[in-house]
């Protein structure tokens, strides 16, 4: 498990190798207990890190010589025990301490295509809206098509 690490990749939490996002405890529950369904059959055949990535997103440690086969055991032993069932405080203040990290990455399209990202960017310090962080001003285009407008529009009426 050691070569497997955490990256924000357009805003979304993946470990690598295998470039997979943690899957919701209640959806691993059902994909793989009390028997491996064709919905987590479909997952492991689609990405053969599927296992290792989602017991590394649960802080689930292992060894190597656990792992057999897929892996389908392994993690069902550890979904039956509950190791799968919340995703450890540490691993969630990696995730927002890396948040920053991927905004300070952002040219303005990417932030253009965000506009949320944009906001927290320059305008939110924990959500809330804070008049010292961007003292300048700062254009950013919105395309007239963008979801983020339509919604705007749709609020506004």
């Known amino acids: 498990m050691s070569s497997y690490g955490f990256v924000i990749d357009k805003g979304r939490f993946l470990v ?22 064709r919905e987590g059959a479909k997952a492991l055949s689609e990405n053969r890190h599927f296992v290792r990535c989602q017991l590394m997103h649960y802080g689930v440690q292992f060894e190597e010589s656990e792992f057999s086969g897929n892996g389908v055991e392994l993690l069902q032993k550890h979904i039956q025990a509950g190791k799968c069932d919340y995703v450890p405080m540490h691993i969630l203040q990696f995730q927002q301490e890396m948040y920053p990290k991927l905004l300070d990455k952002c040219d303005p399209k990417e932030l253009a295509d965000n506009p949320d ?37 749709a609020r506004s009426d």
């Open 16 to 37: 690598e190798p295998g470039h997979m996002e943690r899957i919701e405890a209640r959806t691993l529950r059902r994909m793989f207990l009390p028997k491996l369904t």
């Open 117 to 153: 990202w944009a906001m927290d960017k320059y305008l939110l310090s924990s959500g809330i809206p804070d008049p010292t962080k961007t003292t300048s001003v700062v254009g950013i285009v919105v395309y007239r098509m963008s979801d983020f407008v339509f919604e705007d529009v």
